[in-house]
């Protein structure tokens, strides 16, 4: 069932609800005017109570949407009004239906119980009017309530059964929901992982032949001359974009994370940064590691190796360290480093920040840095967590991996 069609349904379902009132409610006093004297004073005490209870249903219901969820004001007012009508006249009794019409489609023991204080109500009318009634208008009155009663409650079951199974779908199309932004999800991996294999086969081994024949040539020229100059600058651009293709098949493979955890992979990548460079780098994990989804932990992976790539190349720090904190509902990253730092509002943002807060953003996260000239600089990054740990991925902490009562811990550098 589609959306517009579970407008439709509630539309009709509310129209009828409006017409059993009125009608009910109208008849109800009709009936009324024909027992008694037409004159001014009679049909006014009937007449003008009815109508009370149609401007109070038609705020209550009509206008402020009560038609599914009645509030109490309205229950409590228009039950005054009926027992009103009833002292005045008991041939008013059968407006308890109208006042319970928004119940009887949706309540089924709410109806039932109408039903039957109704038609005690007009029995003990009977019997109070007209002395003892004999046994078949009593087996009438019980055939004809035993009667309202299981219609009512039909209707009102089968008005449940719909409403869960339109719950059923909601769930079923949710669901596929799911599937479908997974599926996207891993086209977009798979996407990545054929473009980071093409750039390696075809842009990497380029580069690399490249700088192996100027490397060579280098070998056969005078090494002062301005060929030799000429040809160590071509080597040099070659090895860089050689450097900088490597450094995009990275970015595209979430490989660092097959078959581990992300406080692992950036374990790794600490433990790289310092057996490659002599800097002191080291990673500190606090709380209790809940995993995310796949793609999640790779994007928050690229973010802290875009954050020690510019530790590494720009800041000539000496210290850097990588901070996980799970802390409940929220995963905070923090990449700090001593080194040269420099002034934000100086400097204008170069694709890797804005990458990084670019992958914050897509995470639902936040995207913070800050840096002084001298002082060093901090990455400070937080993403939300799952209230439940995804299926795919073990949310068991790793054997390294602190509780939360043993505080952090931190990993020595690689030497």
Excluded at 136 to 160: E, K, N, Q, S
Excluded at 207 to 212: C, K, T
Excluded at 227 to 250: F, K
Aim: proline share 6%; net charge neutral.
């Amino acid at each position: 069932m589609t959306p517009r069609q579970v407008r439709q349904g509630a539309r009709w379902k509310a129209a009828a609800q409006h017409a059993l009132f009125a009608v009910v409610l109208v008849l109800s006093v009709l009936g009324a005017l024909a027992g008694t004297d037409p004159t001014a004073g009679t049909a006014l005490l009937r007449i003008g109570p009815a109508v009370g209870l149609a401007v109070w249903y038609a705020y209550w219901i009509a206008l402020r949407g009560g038609t599914g969820r009645p509030p109490l004001p309205y229950l409590v007012g228009a039950l005054a009004a009926w027992v009103a009508m009833s002292v005045v006249d008991f041939a008013l009794l059968p407006v308890a239906v109208a006042v319970l019409a928004p119940y009887w489609l949706r309540r089924a023991w709410w109806s039932a119980g109408g039903v039957l204080v109704l038609g005690g109500a007009w029995s003990w009318q009977r019997f109070t009017t007209d002395g003892p009634a004999d046994v078949r208008t009593l087996t009438g009155c019980a055939l004809g309530v035993a009667l309202a009663v299981t219609i009512t409650c039909y209707v009102a079951t089968l008005d449940h059964e719909s409403h869960r199974r339109q719950r059923l779908l909601d769930e079923l199309t949710a669901a596929q929901a799911e599937r479908a932004a997974a599926e996207r999800q891993a086209g977009t991996l798979a996407e990545r992982q054929r473009l980071a294999r093409e750039v390696h086969d075809t842009l990497t081994q380029g580069f690399a032949s490249i700088a192996m024949l100027l490397d060579a040539a280098r070998d056969d020229l005078p090494p002062a001359s301005p060929a030799a100059r000429r040809v160590g600058q071509a080597m040099r651009t070659a090895r860089d974009n050689l450097a900088e293709s490597r450094r995009l098949v990275h970015a595209l493979r979430p490989a660092p994370l097959d078959g581990t955890h992300l406080a692992e992979a950036v374990r790794e990548l600490t433990a790289r940064l310092a057996e490659e460079t002599g800097i002191e780098a080291y990673t500190i994990v606090t709380g209790r590691p809940v995993a995310l989804a796949a793609g999640s932990e790779g994007e928050v992976l690229r973010i802290v190796q875009e954050a020690l790539t510019n530790a590494r190349r720009h800041a000539r720090a000496e210290s850097v360290s990588v901070t996980l904190s799970y802390l409940g509902d929220v995963l905070a990253v923090d990449v700090q480093d001593d080194g040269s730092g420099f002034a934000p509002a100086a400097r204008h943002a170069g694709i890797g920040l804005t990458t990084m807060r670019e992958r914050a953003a897509a995470l639902d996260g936040t995207f913070t840095l800050e840096s002084v000239a001298g002082e060093g600089t901090t990455v400070a990054v937080t993403v939300p967590l799952p209230t439940e740990p995804p299926a795919s991925a073990g949310a068991e902490p790793s054997a390294s991996a602190p509780s939360p009562a043993t505080g952090p811990q931190r990993m020595a550098p690689a030497s």
